[in-house]
């Protein structure tokens, strides 16, 4: 029941502050034979690594994973596969204001209260450096899933700029510093957040993950929904206030006759062909076949050049600016974390699936 | 990690069909020594009966939870408390269609294809009469949280229609059949909802439930958060499909100089006293000492009075119509459930807090 | 984490006390497709009922099954099996000494210990009455193993009395009231409990539980391995103060080379002949593919008919005597009970097994 | 639910294989403000290390605990402890035979037969140094239990020699190589073991671990027992194959009147003094405030000197015989491993049993 293990079968332990020794994360329960290296679990460690654009923080990380365990002659032994990343930086710097005053927004006041005790150096534990652990996870879970699932994220709204959906287009996510699918929102947004990073400012977020290729059947009543874990999975996520599922909110102002799939016999490997998605490819907890669809609403980081009103770790009364290279949207480096999460959610069912079914 | 259990410490394991011989739950974990009657659980289960108005189904569902352990001398022991509902009107009917049919929108289809079996009598496992356990455990969670936490919940949005949060008053959630803390939405609402009752057509919904007296400090990081554990717990209510703590989806919208919520020295036990709740009283997964602040979104039932599009068991074609009884928002019966989800979820935190303190 | 949960995929939550309403359980995880009705499973818990020879308490339990849900068309559904047994006959009684005075040995005072109240009738929460519940959720678990996985148990030592191995003949079994497999042993128990019996005294037993058809493979690395769940699994059972496999604890005065098992190449479905079997059928916490034995030792019932010292609630010196039928050796009907669990642990093992299995 | 974690609340994830990159663990949940350091854990971890004297293997493992997260300032945070033993010396050898042979008697053919794949270096991951990760987790449970709970270790039995219980001295344990409290059964090992030693042999061994100052109440019923837990604790050892609480499997030769501990008040805090602890201070799963008495058997290492039959990976008969260092009684090192081991448990229960406590 660790707090900080994610996952039922296909399980990942996480570790590490901000700027700490090292972070890293052990999976457990991972099938046996998958090919994995430290190449493959690199590149997708360096999708969501900050200095990419001028969009992303300017902060140098230089994350090397290493596998610690269980993988031998290129392949995965089915033993715990402990990945580490170390802190190449981690010089004592001075850590100024955040050591004794409480940054709103920020965990830290909330860390303070509970422990008694906070590692406030880049906000230690709760710091966005943990999603690397979950990146470098997420990359062994597309493994467990295979070639046939196909996980892909998106940003879909900056600040209160949405895409518009039409132009929806999986080419261009790669071809702009957002992970935008679509062209001409990319654009506005590039002026937008220069704006933003030039104010010291910083803005919200909006990311959509999609999975093709989830059969029907994974999933589990009540409080094994396959919903209810991706809800949990992104509500982890630093930042996220919000999860949906398909139509999500909006499908409090639809009708029934609106919201409802219906199904219709076609060549679909044997399944019906649904005529919409409002569902999100999730009905009783369950996949329908469908794509997978959920969306999360990141704040924007509280980490502005503005001075802020707080209190001290005395209960004084203060002021706080946070100095220093900050993402004006953090949400741009959650979507690589959005999809990891989904895979880890994903791979964890599929392991549960089988598990439950006996041939007989 | 059985799936039909939830929460750590305070863990609740829950069974039952809808048409089955009874439903109810096993409660693990509790404290002792907290009184606890039947008549207490039945005043809680009460507040999400059907047929208290027009509004819900009429179906009649005279549940009577009936302790069967772990209370002793009127209170708990420590040991495992179980309560059961059973279903006094389990006669055999004729199911018509859905016995044969996938019911769009519902989890029909789903549990076909995962288990290749299903009772389809009145949705079997995955019909929201397995909400009542849900309640009946919330009713116990509330003694473990005691009088100084308290929970309450709200009917914001009714299809289109949302309130107008300035009338906000609490009082008036008991004044009008919807939970609605505004007088005047539960006006329009009515006149909404008896053209979709009448048209046999369903809306969705909005909640938000809310929780005075947490402390600071319960939670957990990272995958143990106070806000994951209150996501995954509403999204696996029937037919939620979206989840927002405090400003939520809105806060992408925001700047960071609107969103993080500034503190200042004053006279709150002992606490900061923060100048405004966008976080929904949660940072880094822990509870800051503010209102707890959840809203869920419910999608329009899909059992409605017109003819729907859909295959059968053998793969063909065909349509299916919901006739009988059915609620034109189920939305509205699900404020208790989401009061009981919190319940839940914060006597589990409660606990776990106090469980890795040790005083040295 | 439900201290009254065992199990991580086939899992079982038992409750009730001995004389409370009702006692059962709900088992989650249990595959779909399993044909189960209320006969069957009340012949498994009739093995263990009292009163069907002299040498088993004369007290009364009429304990009739009921499936509460999961169960559909005679099969599984894939949703939680509750399973629930009236306690028929509660009426209210002289509990007399037991509710002011701790029994020896009993839980009663470390119940009062840990909770401050206890269900003193009967030993509540702490009386093998809840075995009840395992048997019949053991006889579930031995339809996910199929019948080509054999489970039997046996007597092999009453007081300081053991079986001779050499004549181990498990048609014995069913021939005498001590599923003693050895028909001499049998003859001289008989006598020596008549003893025991008549001076109102008790005596321990040690029981072996046997698994045919075992495939290799079963088990993990390195908590969760199949010989540790095994003997979590026999510790939980009433009275059983220590529990071995295979050569057990007799190997500490082996050589090396006496106790490692060696194998040829032989006729075993593409599996070694092992040449012998001091590993009792584990060997890194996985099945070898060989019988898994397991034997576990029983405490001699603490309710005799001797007055004992003790203390009282309020602290003070006090005798007790422990009136009324009881079991001269509760070993003798541990026997189902310890197959129960190994059809627990081994159903749940089969399949995580399968879980962490993927074909690519 | 992973196999690879041991605890509920104080949790503790193992990962790494002998002759891999490093192996470690990750304490989560454990209390925040203990105060850790690297010198500290290396002291317990030296109380396992090979090669002190000659009657445990020559192997050089200059083991160096290295903290990578969790401790801050010199005490713990609340979060994650991550702790790591890198393998220094894993230069490219010649495995010989293992790589192709199963070694009889350990665990080589049931990790061939689970996973189709193993790391057959040292044993990869069923190697017994997975048991210094142990240790390391159990130097921070100590600390979490706190001066109050001291727990102590000793070896009872080696081969067939037995120590002379009324000879026991806690001092004797740290004056000779065995951790033995019989001076004179001290002596009669050096003779047996350079006996066994010299012969290329090896023998089994027997470990009690006791536990003083654990106050009544921890542990709960039913599957959260602490006498289960101990038992699932111990049988996670490598090589061990039987466990016992107090007088153990000797209890079945006993009579209610012998076994059962009888109380009188008297000067113990407000406890009652029992008259005997043949329940080795566990009753009903709960700790009764004596001393916690927990006893294990290790069989033989099956690395012996002498040609054995096996088959290798092909399924040809062939002989193995390991070369290199080995240890003539395997039991002598895992006694700091068993200590470790009921610390564990005990910390963790002291956590889960305050999480179950409401002061109302």
Chains 1, 2, 3, 4 share one sequence.
Not at 179 to 189: G, M, N, R
Request: aromatic fraction near 6%.
């Amino acid at each position: 029941m660790s707090g900080n293990t994610f996952g039922k079968l296909f399980s990942v332990t996480t570790f590490g502050e901000s700027h700490g020794v090292a972070l890293g994360c052990t999976i457990d329960g991972c099938p046996p034979g998958l090919a994995i290296d430290e190449e493959y679990i690199q590149a997708q460690l360096d999708r969501r690594k900050p200095g990419q654009s001028r969009f992303t923080t300017q902060r140098r990380e230089p994350d090397q994973v290493k596998i610690l365990s269980g993988v031998f002659d290129g392949v995965t032994t089915g033993t715990p596969v402990s990945l580490m990343i170390e802190n190449v930086d981690q010089r004592s710097k001075d850590y100024g204001d955040i050591a004794a005053k409480f940054r709103p927004g920020h965990a830290d006041y909330t860390y303070w209260q509970k422990y008694g005790i906070r590692d406030y150096r880049g906000g230690g534990r709760s710091s966005a450096r943990e999603t690397a652990s979950r990146v470098a996870a997420g990359a062994v879970a597309r493994k467990v899933l295979g070639d046939d699932v196909r996980i892909r994220g998106a940003l879909v709204q900056v600040g209160p700029h949405r895409i518009n959906r039409d132009n929806w287009d999986w080419d261009q996510v790669n071809q702009n510093p957002f992970w935008c699918p679509d062209a001409e929102a990319a654009e506005l947004w590039t002026g937008y957040l220069d704006e933003i990073r030039k104010a010291g400012s910083s803005t919200g977020a909006v990311i959509e993950v999609v999975a093709d290729g989830v059969p029907a059947g994974w999933g589990a009543p009540i409080y094994g929904k396959l919903d209810s874990d991706m809800a949990a999975a992104m509500m982890t996520i630093n930042a996220v206030k919000g999860v949906e599922i398909g139509e999500g909110f909006d499908a409090a102002a639809l009708t029934g006759e609106e919201n409802a799939d219906q199904m219709r016999t076609g060549d679909n490997q044997g399944g019906p062909v649904f005529q919409s998605n409002h569902a999100g490819g999730i009905l009783g907890g369950i996949s329908t076949g469908q794509q997978v669809v959920v969306r999360f609403a990141v704040k924007p980081t509280s980490s502005i050049l503005t001075s802020r009103q707080t209190i001290d770790i005395s209960g004084n009364n203060t002021e706080i600016l946070t100095k220093g290279r900050h993402d004006p949207c953090v949400g741009i480096r959650t979507v690589p974390v959005g999809e990891a999460m989904m895979a880890l959610v994903l791979a964890d069912h599929m392991l549960r699936h089988r598990g439950q079914q006996v041939d007989r």
